[in-house]
């Protein structure tokens, strides 16, 4: 399996997780504070109620950090997130990764826009992945009523797909296509009351194709010109020769500046020209980062690829200037 970018970053990885009401969210996290996994995180609340219903948990809401029996750290988000996250620095050496929980009802934008914007939160974490939970009996209604519930799944890296016991084998067909109309490129995970293994949702890496393709070698094979969903769409591409580090941001910075609102979530892998690491490339809406995660393994081919997930994406354009980023 390919390098995730925790093996070269030493950054804390950062997962948000999301889904909307009723999905299991509030389980899967009662599971990450209480279960005895080997693992230690820091869980980042932002709207406590939500969590507080659930008697698993008894903890003094007059403080804002909690450290739970198995070492995980809970905290409940008052106030700024990067002020909360600066905090749990000091407390680096207790946890292995950190978790933002967002409302039920929330784009998780603005969450995953944090770990772009501030140099302080930049220089120690890194956006792991967005994971949404998601309820497989009542997605169909959902999609129907709320553009929040489709958003999370189109920011999604990993979905939760929970609840499958109460949908037929052919139901849950069709409701992994509906997903699979908004968003090709998430890994799915099928659920009862969220029971996943952690480490399908924690620390993956996401936004790195070599690793998924390690996983699925034909992961961006075929014909994807097709997309049955109106409003979002996902689309990839692929450069084979070295990619222009220069060009590439001039272009990519003039497309989220001008198409930015609409582009969702926007990630790849780039080989630049006379450079030996791979280049991980990530955008939430306008506001992007990357950085150099390893180096290209012997005998992987060195091709850029980059995935695009929003509206209105108009898929010549994107190709046409994907591919004038070649270097020479």
Same mark, same amino acid.
Do not use: Y
């Given at each position: 399996m390919a390098d995730t970018i925790a093996d070269t970053s030493g950054l804390i990885p950062v997962t948000v997780l999301t889904g909307y009401?009723?999905?299991?969210?509030?389980?899967?996290?009662?599971?990450?504070?209480?279960?005895?996994?080997g693992k230690k995180y820091a869980v980042v609340i932002n709207e406590f109620g939500e969590l507080g219903v659930d008697n698993d948990l008894v903890v003094d809401t007059d403080e804002e950090?909690?450290?739970?029996?198995?070492?995980?750290?809970?905290?409940?988000?008052?106030g700024d997130l990067i002020r909360i996250v600066g905090g749990l620095m000091k407390r680096r050496d207790k946890f292995d990764?950190?978790?933002?929980?967002?409302?039920?009802?929330?784009?998780?934008?603005?969450?995953?826009?944090?770990?772009?914007? @501030? #140099?302080?939160?930049?220089?120690?974490?890194?956006?792991?992945?967005?994971?949404?939970? !998601?309820? %497989?009996?009542?997605? *169909?209604?959902?999609?129907?009523d709320s553009s929040e519930a489709e958003?999370?799944?189109?920011?999604?890296?990993?979905?939760?797909?929970?609840?499958?016991?109460?949908?037929?084998e052919e139901e849950l067909v069709a409701v992994e296509g509906l997903i699979r109309q908004i968003n090709r490129f998430a890994t799915i995970h099928r659920t009862q009351r969220?029971?996943?293994?952690?480490?399908?949702?924690?620390?993956?890496?996401?936004?790195?194709?070599?690793?998924?393709l390690a996983i699925e070698p034909g992961f961006?094979?075929? @014909? #994807?010109?097709?997309?049955?969903?109106?409003?979002?769409?996902?689309?990839?591409?692929? !450069?084979? %020769?070295?990619?222009? *580090?220069?060009?590439?941001?001039?272009?990519?910075?003039?497309?989220?500046?001008?198409?930015?609102?609409?582009?969702?979530?926007?990630k790849g892998i780039l080989s630049y020209a006379?450079?030996?690491?791979?280049?991980?490339?990530?955008?939430?809406?306008?506001i992007a980062d990357g950085d150099f995660i390893g180096p290209w393994k012997d005998g992987d081919p060195r091709v850029s690829r980059l995935v695009f997930i929003g509206r209105n994406l108009n898929r010549p354009q994107l190709r046409r200037g994907f591919e004038a980023c070649s270097a020479g």
């Open positions: 009401l009723g999905a299991g969210k509030t389980t899967l996290l009662n599971r990450i504070l209480t279960e005895d996994h950090v909690f450290e739970m029996n198995n070492g995980c750290i809970c905290c409940t988000v008052r990764g950190i978790i933002i929980e967002t409302t039920g009802l929330a784009n998780p934008a603005p969450v995953a826009q944090t770990f772009f914007v @501030d #140099d302080g939160v930049k220089a120690r974490t890194r956006l792991d992945a967005i994971v949404t939970v !998601v309820d %497989a009996k009542h997605l *169909p209604d959902r999609l129907k958003d999370q799944i189109a920011f999604a890296d990993v979905i939760v797909l929970n609840k499958t016991d109460l949908v037929t969220s029971a996943v293994a952690i480490d399908q949702v924690l620390n993956q890496g996401a936004f790195d194709l070599q690793r998924i961006l094979d075929g @014909d #994807d010109d097709h997309e049955h969903n109106e409003d979002i769409a996902s689309m990839s591409f692929e !450069v084979e %020769a070295p990619i222009d *580090p220069e060009k590439f941001n001039a272009w990519i910075g003039a497309l989220l500046q001008d198409k930015g609102q609409d582009l969702l979530r926007t006379n450079e030996d690491r791979r280049f991980a490339f990530q955008a939430v809406h306008m």
